[in-house]
């Protein structure tokens, strides 16, 4: 029995107990969840819905809970319900229930822990949103890994996500970009505020041997050619780096397009509509103190230069009308005052901006080798690139290491720590049980040991057995909270606790038979248990967008 379906059994017993008492059954949750107790001593699972629903009803908790415990123990798969405290329901599963668990999360295969908590939900989730005037680089790193760690479990709790990012191609850095590659073409030196860096010159050599007659143009075609095609080469550079990160992005939504396409004029006047822009100094303004900005914002200045306020005003805008129920900012540390603002525009278009926008900040990451800073990238000169890490970390290494913690903090990782293999290496200490399952599966099937109908759940009895099982049981619920609270770093950590469960159930319990010994129901039993961890560390790492190899 999963925590999902003993849910539904605590709600059906909720719902009889208030129907034999003619009380109103309307007051039921259209759903409910159980708790894993603190104490094991109190059961398997714990409700608190005699708590929720007593005082609606006009009985007393405690009263309520017996009536509902009387039910619930009428329950299949149900050992015992007791009454605890002011009326809370502690719950133990039979041994043949709990037991159960395995096959239903092999018979579930990729398909466990994904829920419905966010269906019918479309959002759009934009992270990295770099300028394309560099590599990728170990700032936009940490975003890359979390925001796409974050799409497959919003995914799996049901949501229908678009990954975008906002390629920041508008404004002067792209003219300063085009220059620097302009110049090193030439053999001059970088312009003044213009792009330092090995890739500058890079790009100046593939641009001039693709466009052999590039450099017989005059200045000024020049330096639109090589602007053109330096972003395009650039663009081309980013995508690919990232993809080898494992990083898919379902649009690349180019911010001169709204300039171009009249996408800014536009949204001034879907904003005028709602009565929030006015005119000052012969400006056009935006009254987002009306919504908790610190200040109102210009939209258009006084020479009839668009800002690039009106860029995000416009680009929300365009993802409100594009369908996007829920609109989810990835940004950087030195973005804190961007929340303020980009909700308020949210409100100046009539949505609720508690809703219809989130801003998620993330902190920091820095990169140390044996405890000191690693030196800067030879390419980019004064950045660590992402194609650099992952050449000496690896992407599953990195990735794991990036979503492991919360984003609210920065993060350090030292190279040393995270590529050696040793159980203090967390994402080598998953991986590896991982492969260990593999390899206990591999072993029974040499031994004719197989997974069979005829497997009995109930004799998984041993207090470790138990133990993963309820590891196992957990994951629908992890997942649906690392969707609703924006953590991926939730998933990791039940990993490592279900590696540990896993490794204290190797250690007490034998899967397979030895020396001469024959075959048994219970070895048969364990490789079910065996076979069903497997998968959630597959299932799980995979929402983590790390790999779950066979044999390491």
């Known amino acids: 029995m999963t925590p999902a379906e003993l849910a539904v059994a605590v709600l059906e017993a909720a719902r009889a107990a208030l129907t034999e008492r003619d009380l109103d059954a309307s007051v039921l949750p259209a759903t409910t969840s159980v708790e894993r107790p603190r104490n094991p001593e109190h059961g398997d699972y714990a409700s608190n ?28 798969g149900i050992d015992a319900v007791e009454i605890a405290g002011p009326g809370f329901l502690n719950i133990r599963l ?163 397009t709204l300039h171009d396409g009249g996408a800014v004029e536009h949204a001034l006047d879907e904003l005028r509509k709602q009565g929030h822009i006015f005119e000052a100094d012969g400006a056009i303004w935006l009254r987002t103190t009306d919504f908790g900005d610190d ?54 278009a009539g949505d609720d901006p508690e809703r219809n926008i989130e801003v998620l900040i993330g902190q920091l990451v820095s990169l140390l080798r044996g405890g000191e800073p690693v030196r800067l990238s030879k390419r980019a000169g004064t950045l660590i690139t992402l194609d650099e890490l992952i050449e000496v970390v690896g992407a599953d290494a990195a990735r794991y290491s990036l979503a492991r913690s919360s984003t609210d903090s920065p993060l350090t990782l030292d190279i040393e720590v995270i590529t ?23 072993n029974a099937a040499d031994l004719g040991l197989h997974r069979t109908d005829t497997y009995d759940p109930a004799l998984l009895v041993h207090e470790k ?9 957990d994951f629908p619920a992890v997942v649906a909270t690392a969707a609703e609270l924006r953590e991926p770093h939730r998933v990791a950590r039940y990993l490592e606790e279900l590696a540990g469960a896993y490794h204290r159930f190797y250690d007490n319990c034998r899967v397979l038979p030895q020396g001469d010994e024959p075959i048994t129901e219970t070895n048969r039993a364990r490789l079910w248990l ?23």
């Not at 639109?224 to 898919?248: I, N, T």
């Not at 057995?465 to 049981?473: R, T």
């Not at 961890?533 to 790999?547: E, P, W």
């Open 295 to 348: 200040k109102d914002r210009v939209l258009i200045r006084s020479n009839g230069e668009k800002t690039y306020f009106a860029a995000d005003a416009a680009y929300y805008i365009n993802k409100r009308e594009r369908g996007f129920d829920r609109c989810i900012y990835m940004l950087g540390a030195d973005h804190h005052g961007y929340i303020g603002r980009l909700k308020a525009i949210a409100a100046c």
């Open 420 to 442: 050696r293999q040793k159980n203090d290496n967390p994402v080598f200490y998953v991986q590896y049980v991982g492969a260990r399952t593999a390899s206990v599966a591999r």
């Open 94 to 256: 039979s041994a043949a229930a709990a037991g159960e668990l395995a096959r239903i999360v092999v018979g579930a295969g990729r398909s466990y822990g994904r829920g419905e908590t966010l269906a019918k939900e479309k959002v759009n989730l934009e992270f990295v949103s770099a300028n394309p005037t560099g590599p990728v680089h170990l700032g936009h790193t940490r975003w890359a890994a979390v925001g796409d760690a974050l799409g497959r479990i919003l995914s799996a709790a049901g949501a229908d996500v678009t990954r975008e990012h906002y390629i920041n191609d508008a404004g002067v850095q792209m003219a300063r970009f085009g220059e620097s590659v302009q110049a090193a073409a030439n053999g001059q030196p970088t312009p003044p505020d213009g792009y330092p860096g090995e890739y500058i010159q890079d790009i100046a050599r593939q641009i001039v041997r693709e466009n052999p007659d590039i450099l017989d143009k005059d200045q000024a075609e020049q330096a639109a050619a090589f602007q053109q095609e330096g972003y395009k080469a650039m663009l081309k550079e980013m995508q690919d780096s990232l993809e080898r990160f494992g990083v898919h992005f379902d649009v690349w939504f180019s911010e001169k």
């Open 49 to 76: 819905i005699a708590l929720q629903l007593g005082k609606k009803v006009g009985l007393s908790p405690r009263d309520l809970a017996a009536a509902v415990a009387k039910n619930l123990q009428e329950t299949p």
């Open 530 to 552: 065996n076979d069903a961890t497997r998968q959630v560390i597959v299932n799980g790492l995979d929402l983590l967008g790390v790999s779950a190899p066979e044999r390491m």
């Open 465 to 473: 057995e138990l133990d993963l099982l309820k590891a196992l049981g």
